[in-house]
């Protein structure tokens, strides 16, 4: 899990090749609470396996970051779909890790660039696949990625992930209870082998399915298995908004 080490050595090789960092920092979408020179508190979006674009919507990942913006936190979307294509040591192996090391990039990247401040608390989100790489972050804590204080979970797939996993910061998860495609049964059996099992909390919603917070899916995909649940999102989205509250986040700030 040395991700951020592995990460500070593929920015040292694309910074031998500007043209490629630009191309791989263009996957990286910084969406800042607001341009005031000042720090804020921060997170970093893992979007689920499709990438940015969920059955023609662009937006999702959007919407939640600018609701985050309006919150005063920082935010940058990881399309790590795309990254991969140009970072060494990211093609091979489990979800988690992979994603993880793409994620020490953009960390990397970000604070070079003055972005992602230490000072400020923040934390990784995660949606279905990109849930693979939130429980890897949520295990290194802040030991790698300093200022991380919290993880969250949206329908996250525990696939790749080991029997007595331990978070080091608490984890948050958003699961509805039918849900044929990440299945309830599954995190549930993950929670309880887990390390920590009091260090992840699990809402659970009611007939909900994979997807269900996409406002855009009102007419349910893939044979129903993917579909937009009203009350289920407004619960989850209630509740993110109470984590990322102004009096849950902030900076230590001399």
Request: hydrophobic residues 45%; contains cysteine; charged residues 25%.
């Amino acid at each position: 899990m040395r991700f951020f080490r592995r990460a500070a050595t593929a920015l040292f090789l694309l910074g031998a090749n500007p043209a490629l960092a630009e191309q791989v920092e263009d996957h990286f979408h910084w969406r800042p609470a607001a341009d005031d020179g000042r720090p804020h508190p921060w997170a970093i979006l893992l979007p689920g396996a499709s990438g940015l674009e969920i059955f023609g919507d662009k937006e999702h990942y959007f919407r939640f970051a600018k609701r985050l913006n309006g919150a005063g936190i920082d935010v940058l979307v990881v399309h790590y779909q795309e990254a991969t294509r140009f970072l060494p040591d990211t093609k091979k192996g489990k979800p988690g890790p992979r994603i993880a090391r793409i994620v020490g990039y953009a960390v990397e990247d970000s604070r070079a660039k003055g972005r992602l401040d230490v000072r400020c608390e923040g934390v990784v989100v995660g949606w279905s696949l990109g849930g693979e790489g939130m429980w890897e972050i949520a295990a290194e804590g802040r030991s790698k990625l300093p200022g991380l204080s919290r993880a969250i979970g949206f329908y996250p797939s525990v696939r790749g992930q080991a029997k007595g996993y331990e978070n080091s910061v608490p984890v948050t998860i958003f699961q509805g209870n039918a849900d044929r495609v990440t299945r309830q049964n599954a995190l549930i059996k993950f929670e309880a082998a887990s390390a920590r099992p009091e260090y992840i909390t699990i809402h659970t919603y009611a007939d909900a399915v994979h997807g269900f917070d996409i406002a855009s899916l009102a007419e349910p995909k893939m044979g129903g298995k993917i579909a937009f649940d009203a009350a289920a999102s407004e619960a989850a989205l209630a509740e993110v908004d109470r984590l990322f509250a102004p009096t849950s986040m902030g900076c230590a700030l001399d």
